[in-house]
């Protein structure tokens, strides 16, 4: 598979994190593009059940996900923090 795909993290609540789920096929090699298409994330590896913080991206900016990986099939997930209030009263 080669491929790319883009995402704006368009707000304050992005964990900005990416996860290859545990059920892929393998491992992906990744790298982050802005529009320009100037390397912003050199390439990375996520193994199936591992993730990998993003920290370098910033918010309302569009980001190129570069995607390699055999052929098969895979499940990939971008984080997006919630605030959870679980006080009870």
């Known amino acids: 598979m080669n491929g790319q795909a883009s995402v704006k993290f368009d707000s304050v609540f992005w964990d900005k994190t ?7 096929a393998g491992n ?9 298409g100037y390397i912003v ?8 059940g591992n993730s990998k913080q993003l920290s370098g991206l910033n918010k309302d ?6 995607i390699k990986a055999a052929k098969g099939q895979f499940i990939m997930f971008i984080l997006r923090s919630f605030y959870r ?5």
Do not use: G
């Not at 994330?41 to 199936?48: G, R, T, Y």
């Not at 900016?61 to 570069?66: A, M, R, W």
């Not at 209030?85 to 009263?89: E, L, R």
């Open 41 to 48: 994330i050199d390439e990375f590896q996520v193994s199936p």
């Open 61 to 66: 900016k569009q980001y190129y996900f570069e």
């Open 28 to 36: 992906v090699l990744m790298r982050v593009k802005d529009k320009k």
């Open 18 to 24: 990416i996860i290859n789920d545990a059920n892929s």
């Open 85 to 89: 209030n679980d006080t009870a009263w």
